[in-house]
């Protein structure tokens, strides 16, 4: 015979077993959910190669592309740009620069299949092969090279493959070019070069 005491020992215990498992339960769809949530949420999830025939990656930046040279854009290459792509944009801009980053080219509306940018892209829109030119830091269209005050400072050209060509007029800034691009990046790539005036 099972005595009051050893039957409500009992009953809690089974009470408790059954608590830990809808706990358990509770804590593991919660984590599915996120999960799910997460994975649905659109956002690149392939990088793109991007090289330059002028230099490498964390190479300096020859004088030639530089304000102190004759300030020409490099030559520009990529690669694995994924299917589904409709649309390329550039970003070149410098994150080291003293007033906060400094906006040196921008370029959108590239065509999907193209294989990088020529040597020297006149300041002017359209872009000849295609592509639309916004404004840098300075307020001007087209590009500017690296002029760095001191020190030696970073700068990123950074390639967004885009699902949508983008409704901007010529001039956008990066603001205007970030926030069109949200929930339609693909994939991204960048290239980074360093430079410090001598």
């Given at each position: 015979?099972?005595?009051?005491?050893?039957?409500?020992?009992?009953?809690?215990?089974?009470?408790?077993?059954?608590n830990?498992?809808?706990?358990?339960?509770?804590?593991?769809?919660?984590?599915?959910?996120?999960?799910a949530?997460?994975?649905?949420?659109?956002?690149?999830?392939?990088?793109?190669?991007?090289?330059s025939?002028?230099?490498?990656?964390?190479?300096?930046?020859?004088?030639?592309?530089?304000?102190?040279?004759?300030?020409?854009?490099?030559?520009?290459?990529?690669?694995d740009?994924?299917?589904?792509?409709?649309?390329?944009?550039?970003?070149?801009?410098?994150?080291?620069?003293?007033?906060?980053?400094?906006?040196?080219?921008?370029?959108?509306?590239?065509?999907?299949?193209?294989?990088?940018?020529?040597?020297?892209?006149?300041?002017?829109?359209?872009?000849?092969?295609?592509?639309?030119?916004g404004?840098?830091?300075?307020?001007?269209?087209?590009?500017?090279?690296?002029?760095?005050?001191?020190?030696?400072?970073?700068?990123?050209?950074?390639?967004?493959?885009?699902?949508?060509?983008?409704?901007?007029?010529?001039?956008?800034?990066?603001?205007?070019?970030?926030?069109?691009?949200?929930?339609?990046?693909?994939?991204?790539?960048?290239?980074?070069?360093?430079?410090?005036?001598?």
């Amino acid at each position: 015979m099972i005595s009051s005491r050893s039957s409500r020992f009992w009953r809690l215990s089974l009470f408790t077993v059954r608590n830990a498992a809808c706990t358990s339960l509770i804590l593991i769809s919660i984590f599915l959910v996120c999960n799910a949530d997460k994975s649905s949420k659109k956002g690149p999830d392939m990088t793109m190669q991007v090289t330059s025939p002028a230099f490498k990656q964390s190479d300096m930046i020859p004088d030639r592309y530089t304000c102190k040279g004759e300030d020409l854009s490099p030559a520009l290459r990529w690669a694995d740009v994924p299917s589904g792509t409709k649309s390329l944009a550039l970003i070149f801009d410098d994150p080291d620069a003293p007033m906060g980053t400094w906006v040196h080219w921008i370029i959108y509306n590239i065509p999907a299949d193209s294989a990088g940018l020529p040597e020297n892209v006149p300041a002017a829109n359209p872009v000849k092969g295609g592509g639309i030119q916004g404004a840098n830091s300075w307020g001007r269209i087209g590009y500017g090279g690296p002029c760095p005050p001191s020190g030696t400072h970073r700068y990123f050209f950074r390639l967004y493959a885009l699902d949508i060509m983008l409704d901007l007029k010529p001039g956008a800034t990066k603001s205007q070019l970030l926030k069109t691009m949200e929930g339609h990046i693909l994939a991204e790539g960048e290239l980074m070069g360093r430079y410090q005036k001598r």
